[in-house]
């Protein structure tokens, strides 16, 4: 192995060690699914690592990692909404019972908290992920989204408001505040 190659491999074992974890729960808070979270982490790395050549500094490994994940959370969102709707046009017509699949109690936790924050912008979803549930700065959230921290910070503002977020507990409850307000 080169020894560029070797340092490359390197480089990234340690950002894998230091975000999949993190990573691995915030694909899951905007998916409700374990296996899709995974099935999504392990695509980030492998985009991290086809990309690897961009990241300049490992201290900006994490907003460039949530701004990777951020899109492929996206991408598979679209792709179930189109594979959702071919079945229900090939449905058309027959009587299918409900799933007997059981659903863990996690996911359908996290799937009552996805429906409120549905009602949110997408990109105040995104926010709100990434802030909130993810614990990133403004700064760093702003870099995973290509945006200027004000409009992180009034979009984390409004979504809120509107969610009437309490520090309570539960799924929605932020973790402790890292940004300055």
Not at 40 to 46: I, P, R
Not at 49 to 54: A, M
Not at 89 to 108: F, H, I, K, S
């Amino acid at each position: 192995m080169r020894a560029d190659a070797h340092a490359d491999a390197a480089r990234f074992e340690r950002l894998f060690d230091r975000h999949a974890a993190e990573l691995l729960t915030y694909c899951f808070r905007r998916t409700a699914d374990a296996q899709l979270a995974e099935d999504l982490v392990s695509a980030v790395f492998l985009e991290a690592w086809r990309r690897r050549g961009v990241l300049r500094a490992e201290d900006e490994a994490r907003p460039w990692l949530y701004g990777i994940a951020t899109n492929l959370v996206r991408h598979q969102w679209r792709s179930r909404r189109r594979h959702a709707a071919a079945l229900a046009r090939m449905a058309r017509g027959r009587d299918e019972g409900e799933p007997a699949d059981e659903v863990l109690a996690r996911q359908e936790e996290m799937r009552a908290v996805l429906a409120g924050v549905a009602a949110l912008p997408r990109r105040e979803q995104d926010v709100l992920a990434l802030c909130v549930w993810s614990g990133l700065s403004y700064e760093d959230a702003a870099r995973a989204l290509g945006l200027p921290v004000g409009t992180v910070r009034s979009r984390l503002s409004r979504a809120r408001r509107r969610l009437s977020v309490t520090r309570a507990g539960g799924p929605l409850a932020p973790r402790p505040e890292r940004n300055p307000s």
